[in-house]
């Protein structure tokens, strides 16, 4: 605990301080936790100002109070953003929250396909403006364009929307770090920005897979740290891309105790498991969870179905799918 005598008070003179000290009052602690009227008996102080004397150590070490008031406009102001997918929005109880979402699916799953359509949905028929993170250069201008002319845009509605959708690609952890930065210090100003889109977090962390000096857990925290800071303070929803791995193991669980030759007999079955990627650190930041698989493409109309589930909502942990479909018209 801090030293009276480190800290400037009002009416901590030496001759005070030599009082508390003599009576072995010599920290912010001891001082607080002693009754007002004996140290303003032992200082010669005045009762009155051994108050101000505490109230002053209340303002300089308290944390800052907020009201009801305070908390309600927060609450008010941190609005989910609306997706703009019926199904979707409803599983996500109205549509994607303040702060981190993650979108997590096997390779080529539909997430960017995904991204791109909430993208739109974000910026149309809104004065929203979307941030764009390409870390794996396919971001495509076409692909949006072809969205937009299948759904009846005119081309200036569709020069519009694609001039609300920044795109910025970024091939390093150090330079997505420096961006976030620049957004934090309003260097990097986008008018009013509703949502950043990071597709995807994998591809930058992945150069750092293995690395005996903790390099990458390093970036990642503080990414995490600076996207924090910019949705509390900016009030933004961020959308990070990951992927997961599939492993193929052995289940020997049925393989009980009968005896050698029978369990020799008995044919080893495979188990299928999925997990995201970014290691335990990343399990517990996003406060809402999407998992993305899509199925063969049909013949027939050359679309494919979509399966989402939501296993986190608002760090709730849920199990609440539903079911999209993807083509040329993006995904409804």
């Known amino acids: ?7 400037e008070l009002i009416y901590l003179n030496k001759n005070v301080l030599k009082s508390l000290t003599q009576n072995r009052i010599t920290t912010i ?6 009754d007002p009227e004996k140290i303003a008996l032992l200082t010669k102080l005045t009762f009155a100002q051994v108050l101000e004397i505490r109230n002053d150590i209340y303002k ?5 109070l907020i009201t009801g008031e305070k908390l309600l406009e927060k609450i008010i102001r941190n609005k989910k953003l609306c997706i703009g997918i019926k199904s979707l929005d409803e599983i996500l109880d109205g549509g994607i929250p303040v702060g981190i979402t ?13 991204c791109f359509q909430i993208a739109i949905n974000c910026v149309k028929n809104s004065e929203n403006n979307v941030l764009y993170i390409d870390t ?11 969205i937009l002319d299948t759904n009846g845009f005119s081309h200036k509605d569709m020069a519009l929307v694609l001039t609300k959708i920044k795109v910025i690609r970024i091939w ?5 770090i420096e961006l976030l930065k620049k957004i934090k210090n309003k260097q990097c100003c986008i008018e009013k920005l509703a949502l950043i889109i990071i597709d995807s ?3 930058l962390m992945f150069q750092h897979l293995g690395d005996s ?3 990458g857990l390093t970036y990642l925290n503080t990414m995490v740290n600076y996207s924090r800071y910019l949705y509390n303070e900016f009030n933004l929803s961020i959308i990070c891309v990951n992927i997961q791995t599939r492993w193929i193991d052995q289940d020997v669980s049925d393989l009980e105790d009968d005896g050698e030759i029978s369990s020799i007999l008995k044919e080893p079955g495979f188990v299928e498991k999925r997990n995201r990627c970014l290691g335990k650190y990343w399990k517990h930041i996003p406060t809402t969870v999407v998992l993305l698989e899509k199925s063969q493409m049909s013949t027939v109309d050359n679309t494919s179905d979509l399966n989402v589930t939501v296993i986190k909502c608002c760090n709730i942990e849920c199990d609440r799918y539903c079911t999209l479909k993807l083509g040329d018209f993006g995904v409804t």
């Open 1 to 7: 605990m801090q030293q009276l005598k480190s800290i």
């Open 29 to 34: 602690k001891d001082f607080l936790h002693e």
């Open 60 to 64: 300089k070490f308290s944390a800052v």
């Open 102 to 114: 993650e979108f997590c699916g096997l390779a080529e799953s539909g997430k960017t396909q995904l």
């Open 136 to 146: 794996k250069g396919d971001f495509s201008a076409l692909r949006i364009q072809k």
């Open 172 to 176: 390093s952890m150090e330079e997505l």
């Open 201 to 203: 977090l994998p591809c």
């Open 213 to 215: 000096n903790k390099l």
